[in-house]
């Protein structure tokens, strides 16, 4: 097992951030010492009920944590740092980021009054960071959050290139372009390993330019004499650096709305970016300024209940209000499984007369991830022996994979979360599987997704829930007819349904005899019995059930 690891051979241990996208969590071992590259967090699904984000389940590297040297942050987005409060006090180890990640987890920490006790280090792009056996050179690359970094990680085994998220914009908003001659020149040195980015792998060409979309968004959006609300994610920096530019050029203020924007913001003006806004305004001044002066940047671009644009378009934000002939538009990629919430959003929206503009509609947006031409021109320089593809969903993986080896690359891996693999010495592959999987954040707690909360949750959601009210004397015989709700369990007339079922409860129990067939587990399980087997012929859903017992002196 994974305690008699060889103490000469390199490992790579995905915990998370494969077979899905997001909640990336990389681990890297030599000689019984590892690091650890991320801690992210990623959207729950419509399967966990009352749960927005998931967080990966870090018992293994946990129980060896006196192993464990540091965590080192690639960039500041939410999967890829998210989980740092959540976690840390499980890991106890210090952490490394860009003078940004650092700000922004400091924010996150405090929340949890946190701040003071996990030791955050600030390493500045292209610094090396020296952990044990690992050596850790920074390389800047153009994302869309400033201080995105990949990671060449030297060891007496071979270099591996960690390229975190990335991609070849030729004119950023924000931030450098990707060092092209650094990555070149370890590729000329040698690398062992190339664990890259799949996100777009099925995206022909090349990813776009947040400089275009800057221009385009010029177009869409001048002429207009409306309200404009646009929505993005709050850490796309870059893509709030392209509207305050696009506001400033057409004379409209700029009205932020959303916390976690403001957070975002305040971390970033803390290192030196987005030190101009235009003619900034509170969201209660906006509502004076004349429509075609006001442009809103909101949270919610998922359609998130509590995100701002949701609660614009329902009508339940208590500052901000769109009327007929006002734009918004979705500055964002869709991400799988938030369809659903997002189309809610956009025919509310709609069907009050708001113009709603997504990618799908016009240049809006652009990815902060590789397409298939930068892919192969980061193969071009890396030139590694073995591709490693992680941040996607199997499907990209395997086409990652495949798309490597077509390159050239002699090995091309799919890791699934909790392989273990040697990357040297020897041919790579799979050694061992160890425990992974995902933790629900429900509220403050970290819950197994297949724990008893969410599973009540669940049979909640899908089947509805009942009560019984019972009152008998202390023979067990009913001193008032039962009392029964239904909720979320019969549609029509509810009332009706649980008077009738209550009936047969009563004629149920006044069929039993005396003595011990009157104790309160028999009234109970007669109740029960009885109600379901009502509502097994009405509507075929077996609900929760709960009984309420009086037994009177």
Known sequence: MSESLDQQSLYFLPLGGVNEIGMNLNLYGYADQWIMVDLGTSFADEGMPGVDLVAP????????????LGIVLTHAHEDHLGAVSHLWNDLRCPIWATGFAASVLRRKLAEKAMENDVPVNIYKPGEVIKLGPFEIRSISITHSTPESQALAIETPCGTVLHTGDWKLDPRPMLGPQTEVEVLRSYGDKGVLALVCDSTNVFNQGSSGSEGDVHDSLMKVLAGRNGRIAVTTFSSNLARLETLFAVARHLGRHICLVGRSLHRFIAAAQENGYLQSIPNLVEEREAGYLPPERIMYVCTGCQGEPR????????????????????????????????????????????????????????????????????????????RPQIAIPVHGEPRHLVEHARFAQSLQVPHGLVPRNGDLIRLAPGVPEAVEQVPAGRLAIDGDELVSIQGGA????????????????????????????????????????????????????????????????????????????????????????????????????
């Open 454 to 553: 969410l599973q009540q949750r669940r049979k909640l959601a899908f089947n509805g829930a009942a009560s019984i009210s019972l009152v008998v004397d202390r023979h067990g015989h009913l001193q008032a007819g039962p009392q029964v709700k239904l909720t979320g369990v019969v549609n029509g007339q509810p009332e009706l349904t649980a008077a009738e079922i209550a009936g047969e409860i009563a004629a149920a129990i006044d069929r039993l005899g005396n003595g011990a067939e009157r104790n309160d587990s028999n009234l109970e399980q007669t109740a029960i019995r009885t109600l379901r087997a009502n509502l097994r012929t009405l509507t075929g859903r077996k609900p929760t059930v709960q009984v309420h017992l009086v037994r009177l002196p």
């Open 307 to 382: 995100g701002a644009m949701a609660r614009i378009a329902f009508g339940s934000h208590p500052s901000v209000v769109l009327e007929r002939g006002d734009l918004t538009v979705f500055s964002s990629k869709i991400i799988p499984g938030n369809e659903r919430a997002l189309y809610r959003v956009h025919n509310e929206l709609v069907s009050r007369g708001i113009e709603v503009i997504t990618e799908k509609d016009a240049f809006v947006h652009v990815s902060g991830h590789p397409s298939r031409d930068e892919l192969a021109e980061m193969y071009h320089l890396a």
């Open 57 to 68: 389940d870090v018992t293994w590297i946990a129980a060896r944590r006196e192993r464990l």
